[in-house]
């Protein structure tokens, strides 16, 4: 039977149903569709998909060694630092997926492949690690539980009183703020030394 050779992008789409199919992701019609196609030039450079109302994106490359995997891993960081997705999930694809029979054989050769993955969160860069399709799913539950948890939203939060605090205090010192503010608000300069008695 004769092979083609399929996309990085497409893996990513399939490797991403094979996780809805485990209950994890949910995957955009739009971007089914564009698999679907025989030439699949719609398709996003990056794949996203929905894990309990968080956005993952999956960026995935054909294993051809270091340059790879370095490309790899700055566009996924970027994903994350740019703020398209608070989790990123590179993979790292064996070369033996590049050419397959048809998308269904492409499927049942991804199920059972190993795959180097690392999973990047706004809190942690991860590890480059070994992983079938069931070890992903567990590795991403866990970063999931992990961006979720107590001590990341405590850390984000007095992030945000940190910033709202130091923004306060340049305010108060700040006449040309307050001026500003001022004019922007509609304020009357004098709104300041009216009586406490006047009723206008």
């Not at 566009?75 to 070369?95: F, H, M, N, T, W």
């Amino acid at each position: 039977m004769p092979t083609f050779d399929v996309r990085e992008e497409v893996v990513n789409v399939i490797l991403a149903e094979l996780l809805e199919n485990r209950g994890l992701l949910s995957v955009p019609e739009t971007i089914r569709k564009a698999v679907a196609k025989k030439h699949n030039r719609q398709l996003p450079d990056i794949t996203v998909a929905d894990f309990l109302g968080i956005r993952i994106v999956i960026e995935g490359r054909f294993d051809t060694g270091k340059n790879s995997r370095d490309s790899l891993l700055k566009d996924s960081k970027e994903r994350v630092e740019q703020g398209i997705s608070p989790v990123c999930l590179a993979a790292l694809y064996p070369p033996t997926l590049r050419s397959v029979e048809s998308l269904p054989k492409l499927r049942k050769r991804l199920e059972s492949a190993t795959l180097t993955i690392r999973v990047i969160t706004e809190s942690d860069d991860g590890n480059w690690a070994e992983a079938s399709v069931d070890d992903i799913a567990d590795a991403l539950r866990r970063s999931y539980e992990l961006l979720v948890s107590d001590d990341i939203v405590v850390s984000s939060v007095a992030e945000i009183e940190s910033a709202i605090d130091g923004a306060s205090e340049i305010f108060v010192h700040s006449k040309a703020l307050k001026e500003r503010f001022r004019k922007v608000l509609g304020i009357p300069a004098d709104a300041d030394h009216k009586e406490t008695g006047d009723e206008d």
